[in-house]
């Protein structure tokens, strides 16, 4: 059976009764463990524990506000650091002993003070500068460091060498060097010809037919990383979830899994339309197309329709989370209603699965049933003539 003893009040010396099995064992009974002392800094009382071995001095936040009106930073000079006051305007960059040197005027050798923070420090005297003597000085080439003339009269005195002028840069397209000037602010990264073959193109979306303009750098960017041209307008693009969630609903009505292809339409004024069919069979149970809903304010909706009955079963639309739903997983959603009770059934976003590869896909939820979540993956299928297809399979519980 465990065993009680006391032990003495390291303050007082009263026993404290203490048991055998406890491994922190107290110095102190509870009405001596704790005392009260006066910030140094605002004055007011701070609790202070007999056990620690050194007790503050200050509260914390009197400390660190302190402390934060001042910090350190090096010397350009010397190295050595030197305190800085967060309230000064201008903020020192030297020692005051460091700060000032004296050099030897290249006219007159008599010596000038000069400033260790001045962009441009003198090299002569104001009056040596003014004789006519003066009106030539040196400065350095800022590429290979060596002197250049320059007349104090030039409004525009070169910061280069001739022969240092030009530098030689990788073109970002085909690679081969490409002459700028150093002193260039927006120098070009692509041969002049090299961008005429990435000029901005029209591309007929592969959904709904319509044409759309890649842009020369966009171009640029998929011929670097190897991708090609996108396929898709940014109509389609957006309307790519509100597909895949309708697509998910309808998987809770037909009990088979779908396979959807996404055709178009017309000749003149294309319209693409998403049919849905039984993946067992082949056969084409429902399709969705695309509408706008609103006068004012037009929105963007996928409606599908059962192709037995003609008749509508749902509309997909562009959901809204909630504030804190929105904070923590800020995520586009659709929500998918039933065209008959008009009530919200689905909610549906894409998510992604892997680390190295990976994996987007649609995953859509049933409000009825919380837990069970319907998957929409696309997927290409053929060799000579590749399809897009989108695949929904049996709703999987979480």
Same mark, same amino acid.
């Given at each position: 059976m465990s065993?009680?003893?006391?032990?003495d009040c390291?303050?007082?010396?009263?026993e404290i009764?203490?048991h055998?099995?406890w491994s922190d064992v107290?110095?102190?009974? /509870?009405? $001596?463990?704790w005392?009260e002392?006066? $910030?140094e800094?605002?004055?007011n009382?701070m609790?202070?524990h007999?056990?620690?071995?050194?007790?503050p001095?200050?509260?914390?936040e009197?400390?660190?506000?302190?402390?934060?009106?001042w910090y350190?930073k090096?010397?350009?000079?010397c190295g050595?650091?030197m305190k800085?006051h967060?309230?000064?305007e201008?903020?020192?960059d030297y020692h005051?002993e460091?700060?000032w040197?004296?050099?030897? +005027?290249?006219i007159c050798?008599?010596?000038?003070?000069?400033?260790?923070?001045?962009?441009n420090p003198p090299?002569?005297h104001?009056? +040596?500068?003014d004789?006519k003597?003066?009106?030539w000085y040196e400065k350095? +080439?800022?590429h290979?460091?060596?002197?250049?003339k320059?007349h104090r009269?030039w409004e525009?005195?070169?910061a280069?060498?001739?022969e240092?002028?030009w530098?030689? *840069?990788?073109?970002e397209?085909?690679g081969?060097?490409?002459? @700028?000037? &150093?002193?260039?602010? #927006?120098?070009p990264r692509?041969h002049?010809d090299? =961008?005429?073959r990435f000029?901005?193109? #029209?591309?007929?979306?592969?959904?709904?037919? /319509?044409?759309?303009e890649v842009?020369?750098r966009?171009? @640029?960017?998929?011929?670097?990383?190897g991708w090609? =041209?996108?396929?898709r307008?940014e109509?389609c693009?957006?309307?790519?979830l =509100?597909?895949?969630?309708?697509?998910?609903?309808?998987?809770?009505?037909f009990?088979?899994?779908?396979?959807?292809?996404?055709?178009k &339409?017309?000749i003149?004024f294309?319209?693409?339309v998403? *049919?849905v069919?039984n993946?067992i069979?082949?056969e084409?149970?429902a399709?969705?197309i695309?509408?706008?809903?609103? @006068?004012?304010?037009?929105?963007r909706?996928?409606k599908?329709?059962? =192709?037995?009955?003609?008749?509508?079963?749902?509309?997909t639309?562009?959901?809204?989370?909630?504030l804190?739903?929105?904070? @923590?997983?800020?995520?586009? *959603?659709v929500?998918?209603?039933?065209?008959?009770?008009?009530r919200r059934t689905h909610?549906?976003q894409?998510?992604?699965?892997g680390?190295?590869?990976?994996?987007?896909?649609?995953?859509?939820?049933?409000?009825?049933?919380?837990?069970?979540?319907?998957i929409?993956?696309t997927e290409?299928?053929? *060799?000579?003539?590749?399809?897009r297809?989108?695949?929904?399979?049996?709703?999987?519980?979480?």
């Amino acid at each position: 059976m465990s065993k009680w003893s006391t032990i003495d009040c390291k303050h007082c010396g009263s026993e404290i009764p203490v048991h055998e099995d406890w491994s922190d064992v107290p110095e102190y009974c /509870k009405e $001596c463990a704790w005392f009260e002392e006066d $910030c140094e800094i605002c004055g007011n009382p701070m609790r202070i524990h007999r056990g620690w071995e050194k007790p503050p001095r200050v509260h914390k936040e009197c400390r660190e506000a302190k402390a934060a009106q001042w910090y350190e930073k090096q010397c350009m000079h010397c190295g050595r650091p030197m305190k800085v006051h967060r309230d000064w305007e201008n903020v020192p960059d030297y020692h005051k002993e460091c700060a000032w040197y004296e050099a030897e +005027c290249e006219i007159c050798s008599k010596p000038m003070r000069i400033h260790r923070a001045w962009e441009n420090p003198p090299r002569v005297h104001k009056e +040596c500068r003014d004789a006519k003597a003066a009106q030539w000085y040196e400065k350095p +080439c800022k590429h290979c460091g060596r002197a250049m003339k320059i007349h104090r009269q030039w409004e525009s005195p070169p910061a280069y060498h001739k022969e240092c002028q030009w530098t030689a *840069v990788d073109c970002e397209i085909c690679g081969k060097d490409l002459q @700028i000037g &150093r002193d260039w602010i #927006n120098p070009p990264r692509s041969h002049a010809d090299c =961008l005429k073959r990435f000029a901005p193109k #029209n591309v007929e979306c592969g959904q709904c037919g /319509k044409f759309f303009e890649v842009s020369t750098r966009f171009q @640029i960017k998929c011929h670097k990383q190897g991708w090609s =041209l996108p396929q898709r307008c940014e109509e389609c693009k957006h309307d790519a979830l =509100l597909i895949k969630g309708a697509i998910g609903a309808l998987r809770d009505k037909f009990p088979f899994p779908l396979e959807t292809t996404i055709e178009k &339409r017309g000749i003149l004024f294309t319209d693409k339309v998403a *049919v849905v069919r039984n993946k067992i069979n082949d056969e084409a149970v429902a399709e969705i197309i695309m509408d706008k809903e609103g @006068i004012i304010f037009e929105k963007r909706i996928a409606k599908a329709t059962d =192709l037995r009955t003609r008749q509508e079963i749902s509309r997909t639309k562009e959901g809204k989370q909630g504030l804190i739903e929105n904070i @923590i997983n800020p995520k586009r *959603v659709v929500d998918t209603y039933d065209s008959g009770s008009k009530r919200r059934t689905h909610r549906t976003q894409m998510e992604k699965k892997g680390v190295i590869w990976e994996k987007h896909f649609a995953q859509t939820t049933s409000f009825d049933h919380p837990k069970a979540t319907i998957i929409t993956t696309t997927e290409t299928k053929g *060799v000579f003539f590749p399809k897009r297809k989108l695949q929904t399979n049996k709703p999987k519980t979480t």
